[in-house]
T-cell receptor, first 117, second 116 residues
């Protein structure tokens, strides 16, 4: 597809269960990001991938959160033992890698709305 | 550390009126600045960006923003609001990784309502 694709679009899970959220970036985009959007909290950075490596994981809120990226393409965000406070919209974005001076923007998917009951 | 502050979480204008959404940034280096728009149940869409050069930046849907270094501001404007402009708007500043500037830090957003 032409844009960033995320699946599922909605996920309802019970407290304590594990969930996996998937992101397919734009073809050729080497940089991939996960953000979390909670009501009244704005967009919270979670993790950044460059290729398959993650040089910045500083936004992951706890060790229940992990992410991987394979083949420089698809990424999966996993939340273990979900809690109600994990309920949010999880947004994925991708961009071209650029050196300082070009300011390549991020392209966002439509997000996965996670509800933990 | 880079950051952005958006003044006003909710702004309401009449159709045809001027839209002004405020954003102030904090950055120790010349910043890259962005405005994104989010429509309900959708991801964020780039409106415009400032990197270097001309300080008045024109974007999509008739929006523009002016980079003012002296005021550390990057306010978003549109001369005449349309009903379809009702959405949430986010200002963002880039944070570099060595030579690469990708990670964006977002403001808390401004919800724009347009009254008929």
């Amino acid at each position: 597809g032409a844009g960033v694709s995320q699946s599922p679009s909605n996920k309802v899970t019970e407290k304590g269960k594990d969930v996996e959220l998937r992101c397919d970036p734009i073809s050729g985009h080497t940089a991939l990001y996960w953000y979390r959007q909670s009501l009244g909290q704005g967009l919270e950075f979670l993790i950044y991938f460059q290729g398959n490596s993650a040089p910045d994981k500083s936004g992951l809120p706890s060790d229940r959160f992990s992410a991987e990226r394979t083949g420089g393409s698809v990424s999966t965000l996993t939340i273990q033992r979900t809690q109600q406070e994990d309920s949010a919209v999880y947004l994925c974005a991708s961009s071209l890698l650029q050196v300082r001076g070009s300011g390549s923007p991020l392209h966002f998917g439509n997000g996965t709305r996670l509800t933990v009951t | 550390a880079q950051s952005v502050t958006q003044l006003g979480s909710h702004v309401s204008v009449s159709e045809g009126a001027l839209v002004l959404l405020r954003c102030n940034y904090s950055s120790s280096v010349p910043p890259y600045l962005f405005w994104y728009v989010q429509y309900p149940n959708q991801g964020l869409q780039l409106l415009l960006k400032y990197t270097t050069g001309a300080t008045l930046v024109k974007g999509i849907n008739g929006f523009e923003a002016e980079f003012k270094k002296s005021e550390t501001s990057f306010h978003l404007t549109k001369p005449s609001a349309h009903m379809s402009d009702a959405a949430e708007y986010f200002c963002a500043v880039s944070v570099g990784y060595g030579g690469a500037t990708n990670k964006l830090i977002f403001g808390t957003g401004t919800l724009l309502a347009v009254q008929p």
